[in-house]
């Protein structure tokens, strides 16, 4: 599915607009070296791609150091209730469909208060694209433990180490009927503009979870994943129709074919997924990625495959991408087919229906 066909509703912009276009004249303010730096300039030069009309595009979020996103984005946004943005964005998204509706907010905002909103929005599939930064911590409350923060975790709120297992937010998604389902690196700015692109194409609710560094409360969570010495082993790079390899390349004079020398395929004794060395299993053993398939099954087994606390193994690109029925489409539809065979209603009988009565 391209981008003309899922904002087909939404106008165009007359001119050509650039990075500078989707600037606003707001100072942006956050801690120096903040991962939400990077991930805004490739928000913002990624835009123009689109060719929407700035005020046909709006970012709605919720409480936290991410939520700030709104006034540095040179469109029309929100900066809404903790935890409430899914709601708040359902509800422009239903009755506006001529928008493009973005959601951001953090693992604080989206997973711990937020989390009814979120779940019901992804699985009601509502025409959005929910940004959420994760940096496994509170950052604007000053370095409290988060619903992704690691057992153990020493903060201010756990001095003696976090007791609470972490969300999974892209199990979560999944389990939720998420219909789009990523995960991409604030530093990695190409791919998370590729990652963009195919939320921004997907009709209904797409979820992109970004790893977000917090170097003031959490510096380096993700330096596992950054660093080169250790990503090549630990990233798994998702590419639909591709075989799942990644690690260090499997030469010709080994007897490989230059891809890399892991690779995830399925346990035939227990039906998980693990990883194994190409050179021992075979590479026709390796599983190719579907994105599309119709059972999340394999999409859930990759987002376990990650050890929460060291990182290693962990997937990152489009994990699930399925095309159902979207809620705002639906609706427009049974209020069409409500005129047909009703006319127009009144809302103020239907306020006061027939249970009602007047006093005195």
């Excluded at 970012?59 to 936290?64: A, C």
């Excluded at 619903?147 to 976090?162: A, R």
Aim: net charge negative.
């Amino acid at each position: 599915m391209g981008l003309s066909e899922a904002l087909a509703l939404v106008p165009k912009a007359e001119a050509q607009q650039s990075m500078k276009d989707f600037k606003s004249d707001q100072e942006v303010r956050w801690c120096p070296g903040c991962g939400d730096y990077a991930v805004l300039a490739a928000v913002q030069s990624f835009m123009p791609e689109l060719g929407l009309a700035r005020e046909n595009v709006v970012f709605v979020s919720g409480i936290g150091c991410s939520s700030r996103f709104p006034y540095y984005m040179n469109t029309y946004g929100m900066h809404s209730i903790h935890g409430r943005a899914p709601a708040i964005a359902t509800g422009l998204a239903a009755s506006r469909r001529d928008l493009s509706v973005w959601v951001v907010t953090g693992d604080g905002d989206a997973l711990s208060i937020g989390g009814n909103h979120l779940i019901h929005a992804l699985r009601r599939n509502v025409n959005l694209k929910i940004l959420l930064f994760n940096n496994r911590i509170y950052g604007l409350t000053k370095g409290q433990y988060s619903p992704t923060s690691e057992i153990g975790k020493i903060t201010k709120s756990t001095p003696m180490g976090s007791l609470d297992a972490p969300f999974n937010p892209i199990s979560l998604a999944l389990g939720a009927e998420a219909s789009f389902v990523a995960r991409t690196i604030d530093s990695d700015r190409k791919h998370l503009q590729g990652v963009l692109r195919a939320a921004a194409a997907h009709q209904g609710t797409a979820l992109v979870e970004i790893y977000q560094n917090c170097n003031i409360f959490n510096d380096g969570a993700f330096d596992t994943l950054k660093d080169r010495d250790t990503a090549l082993e630990a990233l798994i790079r998702l590419e639909h129709g591709q075989p799942i390899r990644f690690g260090a390349p499997f030469g010709e004079e080994q007897g490989g074919d230059g891809l890399g020398g892991k690779g995830v395929v399925r346990d035939p004794a227990t039906g998980d997924l693990a990883v194994v060395d190409v050179a021992t299993e075979g590479a026709e053993r390796v599983l190719v990625h579907d994105a599309h398939a119709a059972s999340p099954t394999n999409a859930f087994a990759l987002s376990r495959l990650a050890d929460a606390d060291t990182l290693h193994h962990t997937p990152i690109g489009v994990l699930r991408d399925i095309s159902r029925p979207v809620y705002d489409t639906d609706m427009a539809e049974q209020l069409e087919q409500a005129v047909v065979r009703q006319g127009k209603g009144d809302l103020a009988s239907l306020l006061a229906g027939s249970d009602t009565w007047t006093v005195g």
